[in-house]
């Protein structure tokens, strides 16, 4: 009986291991790679690309470019000097937040990923109490969002797997 459980143990981590190291690389363009539990649906708008992943298990995998040099003429010389001021995170913050008006948002945090600027919050939709889970990163006049939202009594770290898989490309 020790054995069937000790083999029943190790097939559940390696099932766990492979279902890990199977995610997907995407590249989001010369500077940065995200990784995804399958194959995202791309999106392009003016100034900006999505991709987007929706598991059966009803949580949200996404990542967005954005451009600011295109969709604010702010270039990253113009940005320099606002980056790191709690104030431009709180403009980032409510800029999504503009969007979600049923959402209550944490703070946001500042910090940094690699050399440059991150920003880091949360929010839960009012209603249906799926937890949003947020990560900017800002290098040059770019602005890469990942976010992940989970519905309401699900457990998972996937959520922190995604917003943690951001690669620096040389």
């Given at each position: 009986m020790k054995k069937i459980l000790l083999l029943l143990l190790l097939v559940l981590s390696v099932i766990f291991t492979n279902a890990q190291t199977a995610w997907i690389t995407k590249k989001l363009d010369e500077k940065i790679s995200v990784k995804f539990p399958e194959e995202p649906t791309k999106t392009t708008k003016t100034a900006s690309e999505s991709y987007v992943f929706k598991g059966k298990d009803s949580i949200q995998y996404s990542a967005t470019v954005l451009d600011y040099k295109i969709l604010a003429n702010l270039d990253s010389a113009t940005?320099?000097?606002?980056?790191?001021?709690?104030?431009?995170?709180?403009?980032?913050?409510?800029?999504?937040?503009?969007?979600?008006?049923?959402?209550?948002?944490?703070?946001?945090?500042?910090?940094?990923?690699k050399t440059y600027t991150n920003y880091t919050f949360s929010g839960v939709d009012n209603s249906t109490k799926k937890q949003l889970s947020v990560q900017m990163i800002l290098i040059g006049s770019k602005m890469y969002a990942l976010t992940c939202l989970v519905p309401d009594k699900i457990v998972t770290k996937n959520d922190g797997l995604f917003l943690n898989s951001a690669e620096l490309l040389k």
């Open positions: 940005l320099a000097p606002l980056k790191d001021s709690q104030q431009f995170a709180d403009q980032m913050m409510a800029g999504m937040a503009s969007q979600k008006p049923n959402y209550t948002f944490g703070e946001a945090k500042i910090g940094k990923w």
